[in-house]
């Protein structure tokens, strides 16, 4: 009896442990840090998987969190300035608004954010919006990919390029 209720209390206290363990439900992308001189991006990486990407998955016209699951984020270590408009040192959410010829690049304050949800109600904390060309490359690119060449925050998806400049 003493041998039954004994693995009992261990089935029961595994069944706990796995159970409390699992409390975050896994990304449906990989994820992928890029840092450069003075600055940082945490995103996800979604895949094309055939999809028509911007104009398609990714609305024009809409907030988009630029990657998957939770929103970007951007982080500058020094002072700077993102597409020609000054920018302090911090970290913020990155949201784009894709259209077939350009975007545009909205910093917003607020952290923690989910995907796009919740952006028109954090609107007030933007910090800074500028509009840059898009271009189409006749090489298509599987994964969403941001990249930190000198002087430049670099995004890449499908066909669709875009730079923006980043001076510190």
């Not at 261990?10 to 896994?26: E, N, Y």
């Not at 945490?42 to 055939?50: A, D, E, F, L, V």
């Amino acid at each position: 009896m003493k041998t039954l209720r004994f693995l009992l209390v261990m089935l029961a206290v595994a069944t706990t442990s796995t159970v409390f363990a699992q409390d975050k439900k896994p990304r449906a992308s990989a994820h992928s840090t890029v840092e450069g001189a003075n600055i940082k991006v945490t995103y996800g990486q979604p895949k094309k998987k055939g999809r028509d990407i911007f104009g398609g998955l990714v609305p024009y016209g809409q907030v988009w969190r630029t990657g998957a699951d939770e929103a970007t984020e951007i982080t500058f270590t020094k002072d700077a300035t993102f597409g020609g408009k000054p920018v302090k040192a911090g970290t913020y959410t990155l949201f784009t608004i894709p259209t077939a010829t350009e975007w545009t690049f909205i910093l917003n304050g607020k952290l923690g954010q989910w995907g796009a949800y919740d952006y028109e109600k954090n609107k007030s904390q933007d910090v800074l919006s500028v509009k840059v060309p898009s271009s189409k490359e006749s090489k298509v690119t599987e994964e969403f990919t941001i990249t930190l060449p000198p002087g430049k925050l670099v995004l890449d998806w499908d066909k669709t390029h875009v730079e923006v400049p980043v001076k510190f």
